[in-house]
């Protein structure tokens, strides 16, 4: 059973950074590719970044491609979603998700951890 474990998540002011982690359990980062993604209060969940299996970013969403950065550590089968001049906009619950096919069908998710920026 593949387990996808968020955190890092917190309160930050307008300019600050955060680390968001998802750590895996049950499948190497290797074999499938990983999508992170955000939901707002009263919007509907956005893609923001996707990590393909071999570690190469296919997708950034304009809004963070510059601020956003992905990192992988293969030893502790963890990725890292890098936050920096982190926006009010920026708000929202944050999830990872294994997507097995590479097919942008995503077959396990996290449970979501919290981000929220203050102005």
């Known amino acids: 059973q593949v387990q996808l474990v968020e955190s890092g998540g917190g309160l930050v002011q307008a300019g600050d950074s955060l680390r968001l982690s998802c750590s895996t359990s049950?499948?190497?980062?290797?074999?499938?590719?990983m999508g992170w993604f955000r939901q707002a209060p009263g919007k509907e969940r956005e893609k923001i970044v996707v990590t393909h299996w071999s570690g190469r970013i296919t997708y950034y969403v304009i809004s963070v491609k510059d601020r956003f950065t992905i990192s992988r550590d293969y030893i502790k089968n963890t990725e890292y979603l890098q936050m920096n001049s982190l926006k009010p906009e920026d708000t929202a619950v944050y999830y990872c998700a294994g997507d097995i096919g590479s097919n942008g069908n995503y077959d396990f998710w996290g449970q979501g951890t919290q981000v929220t920026v203050s102005s």
């Open positions: 049950g499948r190497s980062l290797r074999t499938f590719s």
